[in-house]
């Protein structure tokens, strides 16, 4: 018979059944009756059949054929079989005797009972019949075909009364041979650089597995590969329920990833060959810190800190992958000379992520912080230690000076700093100065601000401080175009010093970034003076973009520690109601009293809609004696052009030639040009919004995809618009809000911005004509009138020529914005709309490359001396002009025979104009 099970090797001992005594005085405490049997009583079960006369047998005896008997043995000697573990499809054959031992012959019946799908067969099968001290050898075959744990029951039966159960265990697996990790991923490894892994190779059998034959190659490659490699023995042996370790190495020549298979033949059951893939990446994390570390000087006993910066310079991976992150695994340090422990404290920063680790291309701030309990120079060496392994430790040196504590005084000005509400993007530098007022030398140790996001320390240097002496630095102030609903900007500038009364003084920051409708310059610069001359005034715009009206008063001239100043002064009407739309004008002076920099800010509130506003503006100027020398850099031309355009019927044509002009409007390496356009029609709910390009882009440049096509489908805004006002378009597309918002990308600080206007009629601006100006003069500043221009290329001809006609005849509008912001007047009847534009276009890059503006005008009583990259430059060559000057706008220009070439220092020194 056949049933499943798990083969194994065991022997079974039936033992003896011994044969039927004689019954006699000898052998029976009972009777004998008429067959040789012995009677002993009758509580005894009855022995043989129906009408025998004895029906027991003695107590040491049994009943065995109708007769008492020995009693035989009905043990096994190995109740239990096990098989071990076997390869799925395997066939093995094992023996087994079956000895009877007995008087007797006696049958032995095999049947299985399994609860395994394997199968198993035993010859001979069913009952086999042993005589007196006979053995029988039996046969099992075993057959695999299924994996998992497998039983099995061999009952042995020798008579109704005797049987014993025999159970059979084994495994059955799909390979005896198993390696560990199924892909052997060597993670990242930079090239050149050699990475190892191991594969542990484990044999689940009952016999040795000889390894041999081992080969690499890459993904999709026959040849052996140069960057996986196996150093090992040819031959090795996996011992029988035991492992063994394979070595394997992998060195990239190259950035990113690669894919290999490790192959090699076994003697396993099943298994000939065995292949694995191999993974490795080329790159990986790279860390990268500075070497060094110096923190500002500190008092003894005040703490001080400092911050190094961790950055991953590795591959980033893409996908994303956590394990090419730079992983920092611990921080050691070990203290130098004149340091102790306990004067420093360096520690991962609480958001730092040690799973995660640092993404390819990211930064990570530590912490350093000493608190010196001595004099002298403090030193740390502080162990990164990372996961890159072609730099696995990397040691930083933090170094500090503990300066000794003094009996000093001093005061700090200003006690606090309210940087009012500038305009977005808006950069502030307030004066604070530290004086020493005691009779003792006093250290100015550091001077630190928070949030760092927001506030700033441009310039300050610490060092001691004479009795009487002081020290100035600036504290700066970025005004940012924060979300609706947060907090005004606060922080706090911190002073150190080693006075052993004070060694901090704090000092708040304070801003404001509420939407105003007060438009003013982001500040005033007055460039240089003589001592006791008087510069030219500015006249400084204050507009109300709103359409409510607003109260402007409190205007005054403060110095940066909140006194009054001389050498600035500031005259307007104020305290009266400033209408929608209008604006009015502070007339400003500088005058310096000595030599060097003086500084100041123009102050004032406004109330709008029940709040107020603290408004700053600042002011700036250096006291001179003598001649001004100021430097430039000539520069290729880049041109940021506005395009306003009358979108009414009439001007269908004129956007169809320029549209057909694209292409040579300056798309071009020569000239780095780029074009917004925008409706001027005052009906739209576009006008002011840049035209987007197919790639979303709010301008078309010489970068740009197609510049042409775009260009002609920029321009082509049909004829649907009514009146139009490409000044108030204009003003309101070089906004703060739509150049941070809408028409974000558009301009360019470096670059000339030049507004273009395309009409047949006059200008409607709603607005009062000067306030429009007067804001389209904020959007490159006061001391910038050289970076705009406002041209018009519209109805400037007493009548239009035949088969042109004109949407109006007022040009008043165009001919004072061309006036005052230097335009370029070109006719919209001249037959092309597009050649015109490209006229306005050259004269805009000759300006770029030929005109410089100074600070302040020059007297011309006194001859100024021009070089070009230090070479003197007459204004006059051979009876023909090489420069000139304006004695009014202050604006150098070269004749194009003397332009400098690009990327050359101009120089011009002259004697300031007094007033």
Not at 407 to 418: E, Q, S
């Amino acid at each position: 018979m056949r049933v499943g099970l798990l083969a194994a090797v065991f022997g079974v001992l039936l033992a003896s059944c011994s044969p039927a005594p004689t019954c006699g005085p000898d052998t029976c405490d009972g009777c004998c009756d008429a067959t040789g049997t012995c009677r002993v009583g009758t509580t005894n079960e009855f022995c043989g059949g129906a009408g025998a006369a004895c029906d027991t047998c003695a107590s040491d005896r049994e009943c065995s054929a109708r007769a008492c008997a020995a009693p035989s043995s009905c043990e096994v000697e190995s109740p239990t079989i096990d098989f071990g573990t076997v390869a799925r499809g395997s066939s093995h054959q094992r023996t087994f005797t079956v000895t009877n031992t007995g008087d007797v012959a006696r049958a032995v019946a095999m049947t299985f009972a399994s609860n395994s799908s394997n199968r198993i067969a035993v010859e001979p099968s069913g009952t086999v019949t042993l005589e007196p001290n006979a053995t029988q050898t039996f046969t099992l075959t075993l057959d695999t075909t299924n994996s998992g744990p497998a039983t099995a029951t061999l009952p042995l039966k020798r008579d109704s009364s005797c049987s014993s159960d025999v159970t059979i265990a084994a495994v059955v697996v799909d390979a005896l041979l198993t390696c560990a990790p199924p892909q052997l991923n060597f993670g990242y490894v930079p090239p050149s650089l050699t990475g190892t892994g191991q594969l542990t190779c484990s044999n689940a059998g009952s016999a040795p597995i000889a390894i041999s034959n081992v080969k690499l190659s890459e993904q999709g490659q026959t040849t052996a590969s140069t960057i996986f490699t196996y150093a090992g023995a040819a031959t090795v042996v996996v011992p029988a329920q035991g492992s063994a370790a394979l070595e394997l190495a992998f060195k990239p020549t190259a950035l990113g990833p690669r894919q290999g298979l490790f192959t090699f033949d076994t003697d396993a059951f099943g298994q000939p060959t065995v292949s694995l893939p191999l993974r490795g990446v080329g790159g990986g994390p790279k860390i990268d810190v500075a070497p060094t570390l110096t923190l500002p000087p500190s008092a003894v006993g005040s703490s001080q800190r400092g911050v190094f910066v961790v950055r991953n310079v590795g591959v980033r991976p893409n996908p994303a992958d956590p394990a090419g992150n730079l992983r920092i695994e611990s921080l050691r340090t070990r203290a130098l000379a004149n340091t102790t422990f306990d004067e420093v404290l360096v520690d991962f920063p609480p958001t730092y992520d040690r799973t995660a680790g640092i993404e390819g291309g990211q930064s990570v701030n530590f912490d350093v912080t000493f608190t010196p309990q001595t004099a002298g120079t403090k030193s740390i060496e502080l162990s990164i230690h990372s996961n890159d392994v072609s730099a696995p430790v990397v040691t930083v040196v933090v170094t500090m000076e503990a300066i000794a504590v003094a009996p000093c005084t001093y005061t700090v000005t200003p006690a606090a700093i309210d940087f009012g509400t500038p305009r977005p993007g808006a950069v502030v530098d307030w004066p604070v100065t530290v004086t020493n007022t005691g009779t003792t030398s006093c250290t100015v140790l550091e001077a630190r601000v928070a949030p760092a996001q927001q506030f700033a320390v441009p310039d300050f240097t610490g060092g001691p401080l004479a009795p009487g002496a002081a020290n100035r630095f600036h504290v700066r102030y970025t005004q940012g175009s924060p979300p609706a609903g947060l907090p005004p900007p606060a922080g706090t500038l911190t002073i150190g010093t080693n006075s052993s009364s004070t060694p901090t003084t704090s000092v708040p920051l304070s801003a404001s970034t509420r939407a105003t409708c007060i438009l003013t310059p982001s500040q005033v610069d007055f460039g240089s003076a003589p001592a006791a001359c008087r510069s030219a005034a500015f006249n400084v715009p204050v507009l109300n973009t709103c359409s409510t009206a607003t109260t402007v008063s409190n205007a005054t001239v403060v110095t940066g520690s909140g006194g009054s100043t001389t050498e600035f002064t500031a005259t307007a009407s104020t305290g009266a109601s400033l209408g929608a739309n209008t604006g009015v004008t502070f007339t400003v002076d500088y005058r310096p009293a000595d030599l060097g920099a003086d500084e100041a800010f123009l102050t004032f509130t406004t109330t709008e809609n029940l709040d107020t506003f603290r408004h700053v503006i600042p002011l700036r100027g250096v006291g001179i004696s003598g001649t001004v020398t100021e430097t430039f850099s000539a520069r290729a031309p880049r041109l940021d052009v506005l395009l306003a355009i009358d979108d009414s019927p009439s001007m269908v044509d004129a956007q169809t030639s320029l549209a057909m002009a694209g292409a040579s409007l300056g798309f071009s390496n020569a000239v780095d040009v780029r074009f917004g356009v925008t409706t001027a029609d005052l009906a739209s709910t576009a006008r002011g919004v840049l035209r987007r390009t197919g790639s979303n882009a709010p301008f078309v440049a010489n970068s740009t995809p197609n510049a042409s096509a775009e260009f002609a489908t920029l321009v082509g805004l049909g004829g649907t618009g009514a009146a139009s006002s490409c000044l108030a378009a204009a003003a309101e597309a070089l906004s703060d809000a739509r150049l941070h918002g809408s028409n974000l990308g558009f301009l360019r600080n470096d670059a000339h911005l030049g507004v273009i206007c395309l009409t047949d009629s006059p200008d409607s601006t709603p607005n009062p004509v000067s306030f429009e100006l007067d804001r389209l003069s904020l959007v490159r500043g006061l001391q910038r009138a050289d970076a705009f221009s406002y041209s018009v290329v519209g109805p400037f001809l007493p009548t239009p020529p035949g088969g042109c006609t004109y949407d109006g005849s007022n040009t008043a509008t165009h001919a004072t914005a061309i006036t005052r912001f230097s335009g370029v007047e070109e006719e919209i009847c001249s037959g092309n709309a597009g050649a015109s534009i490209g006229n306005v276009i050259s004269q805009l890059v000759a300006r770029v490359e030929r005109n410089f503006t100074l600070t302040r005008p020059p007297d011309l009583a006194t001859t100024p001396i021009v070089t070009i990259n230090g070479a003197p430059v007459p204004s006059t060559v051979n009876g023909m002009p090489a420069w000139s000057i304006d004695s009014v706008t202050g604006r150098l220009t070269f004749s194009a025979l003397y332009a400098p070439a690009p990327g050359l220092p101009v120089t011009i020194s002259y004697a300031p104009l007094c007033y």
